[in-house]
Nanobody
Framework: QVQLVESGGGLVQPGGSLRLSCAAS????????MGWYRQAPGKQRELVGV???????NYADSVKGRFTISRDNAKNTVYLQMNSLKPEDTNVYYC????????WGQGTQVTVSS
């Protein structure tokens, strides 16, 4: 059974940082491209960024220079380091694993507020 479990969300002040983790099980993690998406209530889910199985990354313009995706294949985990957080970054953040098939985590809430 495939599971993607996000963690690390919470409440942070504007300008602060958070690191999200997504632990995968049930897949050969190193073969999968991993992505982070986010979704606010009433809005469409949007791509935050992706990391290929080779380690290349791409980011949405809205987070470039502030967010960094990395992966640890030994731990079957992908990370999203979020710096200089803004109120508009408030969302539920989801990770996804793609290699032909596509799997999603349950999401973790990030709230940026003073």
């Amino acid at each position: 059974q495939v599971q993607l479990v996000e963690s690390g969300g919470g409440l942070v002040q504007p300008g602060g940082s958070l690191r999200l983790s997504c632990a995968a099980s049930g897949i050969t993690f190193r073969l999968y491209a991993m992505g982070w998406y986010r979704q606010a209530p009433g809005k469409q889910r949007e791509l935050v960024g992706v990391i290929t199985r080779g380690g290349s990354t791409n980011y949405a313009d809205s987070v470039k220079g502030r967010f960094t995706i990395s992966r640890d294949n030994a731990k079957n985990t992908v990370y999203l380091q979020m710096n200089s957080l803004k109120p508009e970054d408030t969302n539920v953040y989801y990770c996804t694993a793609v290699c032909g098939s596509e799997y999603w985590g349950q999401g973790t809430q990030v709230t940026v507020s003073s």
